[in-house]
C-alpha cells in the first residue's frame, strides 16, 4: 500500500507547497483544515495541481487542531478489524495569526489599559503550537492505548512526526545572525515563546518509557520566512537552488528564507526520502 502522510497547518506556505510537491508526486494525504474551500483554492492555484489530483489522493478533515477527535481522524487511514492502519509521517505548520502591535497591557492590573512599546508581533493564539503538540500525543497515545492490543504493536507502525518550529528558539544554537538578534528578541518573544514550549511538550514525551513519538521527531528550523505558498512553476527562477542546511551542532546562519524552499526541503527530506537523517535532529534552513 502507497505510504499516507498526515498534514497541519497546510493553508500556511511553508507545509502548504509541502502538500503542493506530496501531491503532484502521487502520495496520499489526509489534511486537517478549520476552513476546507481554503486549503482546495490553495492548492488549485498551485501550478500542475487539478481538481482530479486532488480528488484522488487527498482527504480533508474539517476541524481545529486542538480537537483531539479531529487530530485522530486525520491520523487514521483505515479503520480495520484487527488494529487501525495509521499515516507513516505526520507533517506540521501550525502558528498562530501574527499581527505587528504597539502596545502591551499595562503592568498595573488594576488599569486594564495598554501601554506604548517596541512593535512586536502578537498571535491570535499565543499558545497555538504548545496545544497542538499536546493534542497530537494525546491523539497519538489515545490510538495506542485503544486501537492496538499492547504498545508495541503500536510503537511499530508509529508515525514519523516533523514539525515547523523556528530558529532564535535557544541562544545557545547561534542560529541567528547577529545583526538580526535584536530584531527577534523584540518583535518575536511571544510566537517564540509558544514555539519553546511546543518543543518542551514533544522533549518531555521523549522522556516517558512509552513514548508515542516512538516514530522519530524531526523540527525543522526556518530563519525569518519570505514569500508565499506558490510553488516555481516548471521553468521558473526557484528559490530553493539558494537553500543552504544545517543542523543544531553546525547551523546554517542566515536571514531570511522563502516558504516554498521550506516546503520543498520537507517534501525531498522527510516525504520522498523518509526522514531518517533528520530524526532527533533540529535541520536549520535559510538562504
Ligand atoms: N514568520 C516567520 O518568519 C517564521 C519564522 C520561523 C518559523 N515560523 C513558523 O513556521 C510555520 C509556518 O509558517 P507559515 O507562514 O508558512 O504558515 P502560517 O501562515 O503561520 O500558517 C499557520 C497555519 O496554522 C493553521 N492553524 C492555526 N491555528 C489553527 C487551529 N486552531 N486549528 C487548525 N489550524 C490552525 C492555520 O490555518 P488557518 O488557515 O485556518 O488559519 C495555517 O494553516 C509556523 O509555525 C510559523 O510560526 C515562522
Known sequence: MSKTFAFFGATGGCTNACLAYTLLNGYNVIALARTPSKLTNQLLEQPGLTTSTLEK????????????????????????????????????????????????????????????????????????????????????????????????????????????????????????????????????????????????????????????LAGGLILVRPSFLSGDHLIPAPGKEDPYRKLRVGNEKKPAVGYTVHRTSIGRWIYEEVVRNGGDLWVGEGAILTE
Open 57 to 212: 489522493h487527498l482527504r480533508i478533515i474539517q476541524g481545529d487542531a486542538t480537537d483531539i477527535e479531529a487530530v485522530m481522524q486525520t491520523l487514521i487511514v483505515e479503520e480495520t478489524e484487527s488494529q487501525p492502519t495509521l499515516v507513516s509521517s505526520v507533517i506540521s505548520g501550525i502558528g498562530g495569526t501574527g499581527i505587528i502591535t504597539y502596545t502591551k497591557p499595562s503592568p498595573c492590573e488594576k488599569m486594564k489599559m495598554r501601554i506604548p512599546t517596541m512593535p512586536h508581533i502578537e498571535l491570535a493564539n499565543p499558545h497555538i503550537t504548545e496545544e497542538f503538540a499536546q493534542t497530537l500525543l494525546a491523539a497519538l497515545r489515545r490510538i495506542a492505548e485503544e486501537r492496538f492490543v499492547n504498545f508495541n504493536a503500536y510503537a511499530s507502525v508509529a508515525p514519523r512526526v516533523t514539525v515547523i518550529s523556528s530558529t532564535g528558539i535557544k541562544k545557545e544554537l547561534n542560529d541567528v545572525p547577529f545583526w538580526f538578534k535584536k530584531m527577534y528578541d523584540t518583535l518575536l518573544p511571544i510566537p517564540h515563546e509558544d514555539k519553546l514550549k511546543m518543543e518542551m511538550v514533544f522533549e518531555a514525551e521523549k522522556s516517558k518509557e512509552e513514548n508515542v
